[in-house]
Structure formats: structure tokens, C-alpha cells
């Protein structure tokens, strides 16, 4: 039986608002997201935008995730009314049954007056029955919508929680590995500062050495003919005298 032309059910009337917030809802997330992050040219504006944006995001998903749980409530409630619709069809088929079986007894039995009568409350009990079908189709409808609104609801609200999710573990690794490396620069530069240190050190140990071995060496050289010197100003050995030693060498020529 096509509902075309019939009224709105309260589920779908209720359902058509929330769909249409759901199609507007992507939109209308990045119009912001926009808005937030536009206008940031250096590091600092840039972060203060990025901020900003995930915050919209957060808030985002808690306006959806409560549009969400209205949606779920809405839905229970239209589920119980068309369990009760469910009932109440079968309750009137199963009169109309009953009915029908009277009539027909009543017709054999050659009771038309009396069949008539009970073809009478068939008419009613069938319009009745008719209108519980529509109930019941009408609900099954506004089920069926709610239930592909809040679909949609939770598709949005998973992607946005995994956009926030990835943006904040790549900004917590970044911030790790931003860290690690600023430790390791402090760490080359100390380093690099001890082993300079230490070169210098070496390379006055070095001249130091060298000074010392130059000191040891004149020492060595100089050493004995400077303790004569001593000695003969002492009075401990004796001057030689230089005319006997001319007069010998001449005499040594002369033979």
C-alpha cells in the first residue's frame, strides 16, 4: 500500500530534521574549521588556529554524539509504538477471522439476517484492520529512518573521532621525536665542547713535554764542562798553566 499523499507520521516527521542535520553537518564542520585556522601567517597564530580547531572538532562530536543519542531515544520510542501497532494488526486480524467464521456458520445454518449482521461488523473490523496495516507501515517507515539517521550520525562521529585521534598521535610522536632530538644537539654540543677540551689540554701537555725535553737535553750537553768551571772557581782543581803547555807542544815541533 504506497503512503504517497497520506500524512506524515510523527517518527518521520521527526526523523526528516535530524537527516537533514546530519547532511548539513560536514559542511558546516569545515566552514569552521576554516574560519578557525584562517588569518595564522606565523608559528604562533598557525598553533593558536590549530588549537582552536580541534577544539570545534571536540565540540563537534559532542553535538553529535548528543543528536545521536536524541535520534536512539526517538528511535526506542517509535520501536514500542510499532511493537504495540504489530500487536494491535494481529489482534484485528485475528478478529476478522473470527467474524468471518461466524458468518459463514450462520449462512449454512440459513441464518441470512443473522449473517448479514456479522457481515456488517466485518466492514468495520476490515477498515479497522486496514488502518492498523497503515499504522503499521507508517512506523515500520519512520523505524527505518531513524535508523539510517543515526547511522549516519556514527559514521560522522567515528570519522571525526579518527581525524582527532591521528592528529594527536602525530602531534604527541612529533613532539617525542622533537624532544629526542633536542636532546641529542644538547648532547653534541656537550660533546663536542669536551673533546675540544680536551684537545687543548693535549696540545699544552704536548708543548709542555716538548719544553722539557729541550731543558733535559741543553742540560745533558752543558753539563759536565759547567761543573769544572765550579770546581775550578772552588780552588778545587788547580788553573793550568798555559806557558808550560805552549813550551811542551813547541819542544814536540822542535824534535
Same mark, same amino acid.
Given at each position: 500500500?504506497?503512503? %504517497?499523499?497520506?500524512?506524515?507520521? %510523527?517518527?518521520?516527521?521527526?526523523?526528516?530534521?535530524?537527516?537533514?542535520?546530519?547532511?548539513?553537518?560536514?559542511?558546516?564542520?569545515?566552514?569552521?574549521?576554516?574560519?578557525?585556522?584562517?588569518?595564522?601567517?606565523?608559528?604562533?597564530?598557525?598553533?593558536?588556529?590549530?588549537?582552536?580547531?580541534?577544539?570545534?572538532?571536540?565540540?563537534?562530536?559532542?553535538?553529535?554524539?548528543?543528536?545521536?543519542?536524541?535520534?536512539?531515544?526517538?528511535?526506542?520510542?517509535?520501536?514500542?509504538?510499532?511493537?504495540?501497532?504489530?500487536?494491535?494488526?494481529?489482534?484485528?486480524?485475528?478478529?476478522?477471522?473470527?467474524?468471518?467464521?461466524?458468518?459463514?456458520?450462520?449462512?449454512?445454518?440459513?441464518?441470512?439476517?443473522?449473517?448479514?449482521?456479522?457481515?456488517?461488523?466485518?466492514?468495520?473490523?476490515?477498515?479497522?484492520?486496514?488502518?492498523?496495516?497503515?499504522?503499521? %507501515?507508517?512506523?515500520?517507515?519512520?523505524?527505518?529512518?531513524?535508523?539510517?539517521?543515526?547511522?549516519?550520525?556514527?559514521?560522522?562521529?567515528?570519522?571525526?573521532?579518527?581525524?582527532?585521534?591521528?592528529?594527536?598521535?602525530?602531534?604527541?610522536?612529533?613532539?617525542?621525536?622533537?624532544?629526542?632530538?633536542?636532546?641529542?644537539?644538547?648532547?653534541?654540543?656537550?660533546?663536542?665542547?669536551?673533546?675540544?677540551?680536551?684537545?687543548?689540554?693535549?696540545?699544552?701537555?704536548?708543548?709542555?713535554?716538548?719544553?722539557?725535553?729541550?731543558?733535559?737535553?741543553?742540560?745533558?750537553?752543558?753539563?759536565?764542562?759547567?761543573?769544572?768551571?765550579?770546581?775550578?772557581?772552588?780552588?778545587?782543581?788547580?788553573?793550568?798553566?798555559?806557558?808550560?803547555?805552549?813550551?811542551?807542544?813547541?819542544?814536540?815541533?822542535?824534535?
Amino acid at each position: 500500500m504506497s503512503t %504517497k499523499g497520506r500524512p506524515r507520521t %510523527k517518527p518521520e516527521a521527526a526523523a526528516e530534521p535530524q537527516a537533514e542535520r546530519v547532511a548539513e553537518a560536514a559542511p558546516a564542520v569545515w566552514q569552521r574549521l576554516v574560519a578557525a585556522v584562517r588569518g595564522g601567517v606565523n608559528e604562533l597564530g598557525e598553533a593558536i588556529a590549530e588549537s582552536q580547531a580541534l577544539r570545534i572538532l571536540d565540540q563537534e562530536i559532542r553535538e553529535h554524539d548528543a543528536e545521536l543519542h536524541r535520534v536512539r531515544a526517538t528511535l526506542a520510542e517509535t520501536l514500542a509504538r510499532s511493537h504495540v501497532a504489530n500487536e494491535r494488526l494481529a489482534a484485528a486480524n485475528a478478529k476478522l477471522a473470527e467474524y468471518e467464521g461466524y458468518a459463514v456458520k450462520a449462512l449454512k445454518a440459513g441464518e441470512e439476517a443473522l449473517a448479514r449482521e456479522v457481515a456488517a461488523k466485518i466492514a468495520l473490523l476490515e477498515i479497522e484492520r486496514d488502518g492498523e496495516t497503515a499504522r503499521v %507501515k507508517d512506523l515500520a517507515g519512520g523505524v527505518a529512518h531513524l535508523r539510517a539517521t543515526a547511522a549516519r550520525f556514527e559514521a560522522t562521529i567515528q570519522r571525526l573521532k579518527q581525524q582527532v585521534d591521528t592528529v594527536r598521535a602525530t602531534e604527541t610522536v612529533q613532539r617525542a621525536q622533537a624532544a629526542v632530538a633536542s636532546r641529542r644537539r644538547d648532547s653534541d654540543v656537550r660533546v663536542r665542547t669536551a673533546l675540544d677540551s680536551l684537545e687543548r689540554i693535549r696540545q699544552r701537555q704536548s708543548a709542555r713535554g716538548a719544553r722539557l725535553d729541550v731543558e733535559d737535553a741543553l742540560a745533558d750537553a752543558g753539563g759536565d764542562d759547567g761543573l769544572e768551571a765550579r770546581l775550578r772557581r772552588a780552588g778545587i782543581i788547580a788553573e793550568e798553566d798555559r806557558t808550560d803547555s805552549v813550551l811542551s807542544r813547541l819542544k814536540q815541533q822542535a824534535d
